[in-house]
T-cell receptor, first 114, second 114 residues
Framework: AQSVTQLGSHVSVSEGALVLLRCNYS??????LFWYVQYPNQGLQLLLK??????LVKGINGFEAEFKKSETSFHLTKPSAHMSDAAEYFCAVSTNTGGFKTIFGAGTRLFVKA | EAGVAQSPRYKIIEKRQSVAFWCNPI?????LYWYQQILGQGPKLLIQ????????DSQLPKDRFSAERLKGVDSTLKIQPAKLEDSAVYLC????????????FGPGTRLLVL
């Protein structure tokens, strides 16, 4: 069975600082991996996805993530945080085991301090 | 391109009452998902449709929850009777194919059961 673990329910950074949100997954078959962002009172929006092509994936708003199979990780980074990045971020894994199934992590809330 | 539409946006009911949510996916998207997002948690899949057939409803509490997608387009999710623990945001999402493809989310319906 697949699973997703996001380390840290809350992360706080200063504006301009590096953003690092951690995601580890468990899967018995090659996974597809996603990062979604959720702003208050809105649905989830895709930031980026890994689908077995390049291991370094670039997304919207300056975010990127690197798929590391040996570490079963898919951490999300952004070199310089902006106030508008404050939101909740969800990592998700999707696998095809007799039909695709997607599991979401519990989420990490990012706070950006001025 | 119009996004995923959901209504109502907010609903307050008393326990043991019934409630229904509506979702209209992006035009042409074959796969439709209903998620339950409890405060502080990631979305949990309740049911997944491929056109008008059910692909996965393993986590749907079938004694009180029901969903249908007649004609393979829009969908309704019903709770009858509601319990206090059903208080959550109900998210609808759609995708053009399942798994690898991006899921597009609606704004959600926030349900409060008193």
């Amino acid at each position: 069975a697949q699973s997703v673990t996001q380390l840290g329910s809350h992360v706080s950074v200063s504006e301009g600082a590096l953003v690092l949100l951690r995601c580890n997954y468990s899967s018995s078959v090659p996974p597809y991996l996603f990062w979604y962002v959720q702003y208050p009172n809105q649905g989830l929006q895709l930031l980026l996805k890994y689908t077995s092509a390049a291991t370094l994936v670039k997304g919207i708003n300056g975010f990127e993530a690197e798929f590391k199979k040996s570490e079963t990780s898919f951490h999300l980074t952004k070199p310089s945080a902006h106030m508008s990045d404050a939101a909740e971020y969800f990592c998700a894994v999707s696998t095809n085991t007799g039909g695709f199934k997607t599991i979401f992590g519990a989420g990490t809330r990012l706070f950006v301090k001025a | 391109e119009a996004g995923v539409a959901q209504s109502p946006r907010y609903k307050i009911i008393e326990k043991r009452q019934s409630v229904a949510f509506w979702c209209n996916p992006i035009s042409g998207h074959a796969t439709l998902y209903w998620y339950q997002q409890i405060l502080g948690q990631g979305p949990k899949l309740l049911i997944q449709f491929q056109n008008n057939g059910v692909v996965d409803d393993s986590q749907l509490p079938k004694d009180r929850f029901s969903a249908e997608r007649l004609k393979g387009v829009d969908s309704t999710l019903k709770i009858q009777p509601a319990k206090l623990e059903d208080s959550a945001v109900y998210l609808c999402a759609s995708s053009s194919t399942d798994g690898e493809e991006t899921q597009y989310f609606g704004p959600g319906t926030r349900l409060l059961v008193l």
